[in-house]
């Protein structure tokens, strides 16, 4: 059975591993994603943001973060799933727990970018409601679709 929790301290290596995991297998890591992975506490949750962990047999298999970017906007980002685990509806899942915490604290619209290879993710994103809109400059050399959901 899946559960998702808020991330700890203790998920600090799980956390950079699973977004290495993916960032390396497709492209390479930037600054930016090093900033993130090396201190997700000071880079995401001290800003106002949140982490869920997804786990399964008392092993995490994925997460997502919510990176605050105003008061009503946030960014869904560093959203990973471990391939072993991938095709069982556990993104779909991290997403819809993100889309809830995100409405919990207070944010009308989630954002994220993605790149167009990454069609299982597009389609998970599609599915939960995101629509393509046009992509605005960023911090990822990677990114080029960004897409939005009003909460």
Request: glycine share 6%; proline share 4%; with cysteine.
């Amino acid at each position: 059975m899946l559960q998702i929790d808020s991330y700890t301290p203790t998920d600090r290596s799980s956390f950079r591993a699973l977004n290495h995991e993916w960032i390396t297998k497709y492209f390479t890591l930037e600054d930016i994603d090093n900033q993130i992975l090396n201190n997700p506490e000071s880079y995401i949750l001290a800003k106002g943001g949140a982490i869920l962990m997804a786990r399964y047999e008392g092993q995490t298999v994925g997460t997502c973060a919510l990176l605050k970017m105003n008061d009503t906007e946030y960014e869904l980002g560093k959203m990973a799933v471990t391939p072993t685990m991938q095709g069982k509806k556990i993104g779909q899942q991290l997403v819809a727990a993100a889309i809830d915490k995100a409405r919990e604290m207070g944010a009308k619209k989630l954002i994220l970018l993605s790149h167009r290879s990454l069609v299982p993710a597009l389609h998970v994103y599609q599915k939960m409601g995101f629509r393509q809109v046009p992509c605005t400059p960023s911090e990822y050399k990677r990114a080029d679709i960004q897409m939005e959901l009003d909460l």
